[in-house]
C-alpha cells in the first residue's frame, strides 16, 4: 500500500490557516472529536502523530484520509481535499478495535 505522505506535505505547505474550511458544521465536528479548532489546524499543519496516509478517487475529486495514531487505543481520521481551499470533509475518531483493522490493513502484504 503506497503512503502519500510527501505529496500531501507539499500541498499543505501552500496552504495558511485563513485558507482552511468546513464540510460539516465545525461545533458538529468539535463535539464528535472532542477538541478545538486550534488542535485541529496544529495537526493538519505541523503533522503531529500522523501515521499514514491514504488516496481516494470519490465523485470526481481527489481526496486524502489521514490516520493520526496517539496511542494503541486512540487515533482520529481526516478526510480532506484541494479544491483552492483545504476543505476537511470529516474528521472522527478511532477506537480500539478500529485501530486493530486498520494495523490489519495497513501492513497487509
Known sequence: MEDYLEEVKEIIKKYQKEDIQYGK??????????????????????????????KQYRKGEIRYVLYFIYSKKRGRVYVITFNGKLTIITIYPLGKKTLRKYHKKRFKN
Do not use: G, M
Not at 41 to 49: D, G, L, P, T
Open 25 to 54: 458544521p465545525i461545533e458538529f465536528i468539535l463535539s464528535r472529536i472532542n477538541t478545538t479548532k486550534n488542535i485541529i489546524e496544529r495537526e493538519i499543519f505541523n503533522f503531529e502523530n500522523l501515521e499514514f496516509i491514504e
